[in-house]
């Protein structure tokens, strides 16, 4: 069986912890802050096996040497970023497979927040940890890719099975949720996710993991190909309504 356990760490990041049950094994979805991932898996009687990073910014593999030098874990991170993330023993990329006890997770390239951005997969638990690439109602700003990347990054997450449950790293629902009803304001869907996350927050209760059908029918950033985000915000394919969105969100 497979637990995950989410804490909040620095300023908005989550934290994650895999584990499973029949292994004992236990992996650290990056490692934004090494001292709250040992406290928390010391918590649970928990031995941090492996990490797994999904890109090289900081605030994601920056906690690497000091977890592995306290626990001999494996780190495995994206090969596209390996050049930026410290104390790597396994690279790998889209279509690779890597695993927990007899639990196996497909990864997924999803580069365009960095050119190397991965996403790990695990079908059978119907989770994906997906870094900065994607958020609940947004996603991740397009600091390294371009436009085309990131748009077939986002449709590779969109056709995961509908019911996958979303692990993204940062609690900035609330703010991709007003952006997203200025996107596409007569969506009614939206509407009714958008006060459902604010009546969420107003009690301090999280926001992800975000079920993917959900995102499907309400992100605005993965329904860049329908025709009524084309008519508001213009290109001639996907890719061009994609870069418009993307480029109003920076600035709003």
């Known amino acids: 069986m497979i637990e995950v356990h989410q804490f909040p760490c620095l300023s908005d990041n989550y934290g994650y912890l895999l584990h499973d049950t ?81 639990n196996e997770a497909y990864v997924i390239d999803v580069g365009g927040h960095t050119h190397g951005h991965i996403a790990y997969f695990l ?64 969506n009614a869907a939206l509407q009714d996710y958008a006060q459902e996350i604010a009546e969420r927050r107003s009690r301090g209760i999280p926001t992800v993991p975000a079920r993917l059908s959900r995102e499907n029918a309400t992100n605005p950033f993965l329904r860049a190909d329908k025709p009524e985000m084309r008519a508001r915000w213009g290109g001639s394919d996907a890719v061009e309504t994609f870069a418009a969105l993307r480029i109003a969100k920076d600035s709003f």
């Open 22 to 102: 029949d292994s004992n094994e236990t992996v650290c979805i990056d490692t934004p802050d090494a001292e709250a991932y040992m406290h928390e898996a010391a918590a649970r009687g928990w031995q941090i096996t492996q990490i797994w990073n999904t890109h090289w910014h900081p605030d994601h593999a920056g906690g690497n040497e000091a977890i592995k030098a306290a626990t001999g874990c494996k780190v495995i991170a994206p090969v596209g970023d390996a050049e930026k993330i410290a104390a790597i023993d396994e690279t790998v990329e889209g279509g690779n497979v890597v695993g927990i006890g007899d």
């Open 123 to 186: 079908p059978d638990a119907g989770i994906a940890f997906v870094g900065d690439s994607i958020f609940a109602l947004g996603c991740g700003r397009m600091i390294e890719g371009n436009p085309e990347q990131f748009w077939e990054s986002l449709k590779r997450i969109r056709e995961l099975p509908d019911e996958t449950l979303l692990y993204c790293a940062h609690e900035y629902t609330e703010a991709n949720a007003r952006f997203a009803l200025h996107a596409d304001p007569e």
